[in-house]
């Protein structure tokens, strides 16, 4: 617990709806209303959190997926394409799109080999700690 000298006291002005909020939470969280409200702005300067690390997994899975769905779909028109002009421009233009989903696949796989390795709080916590050590 740090005293009242490790601080500077700031004034401030919240809607009463804002001000109900801070409550509840201190409440909940079992600190005082000014901890609470210290807690929440420095969690806002963080430039991760495990909020955000869990978001970024989410939006790359769902990337990942869209990818695949859109080279199946682009291989599938491909190989009807090849069943009316069976030329070396629709056979290279299938080999590009398999390749690629190939390479969509191993993403999904090292995504998903990444996401368990950091699935428990303390990881996330140490790829955090890297995160934010990486220079701009």
């Known amino acids: 617990m740090s005293n009242q000298a490790d601080h500077t006291i700031v004034r401030l002005r ?9 409550e509840e939470s201190a409440e909940q969280n079992n600190r005082s209303q000014s901890a609470e409200m210290v807690a929440r702005l420095e969690k806002s300067f963080e430039s ?5 690390v869990d978001f970024a997994h989410g939006y790359l899975s ?12 682009a291989i599938s028109d491909l190989e009807k ?3 009316k002009n069976p030329s070396p421009e629709v056979v290279q233009e299938l080999k590009r799109y398999k390749v690629l989903l190939d390479e969509t696949h191993r993403l999904i796989e090292q995504h998903n080999n990444d996401v368990q390795r950091f699935n428990g709080a303390q990881n996330k916590e140490k790829l955090l ?3 934010n ?3 701009d």
């Not at 991760?48 to 955000?52: D, G, H, I, M, R």
């Not at 769902?62 to 779909?73: D, E, K, N, P």
């Open 133 to 135: 050590e990486l220079p």
């Open 14 to 22: 919240v809607p009463p709806e804002l001000k109900k909020q801070i």
């Open 129 to 131: 700690s890297y995160i």
């Open 62 to 73: 769902a990337y990942l997926r869209m990818q695949t769905a859109i080279y199946y779909h």
């Open 81 to 83: 394409e090849y069943k």
């Open 48 to 52: 991760f959190t495990t909020e955000s």
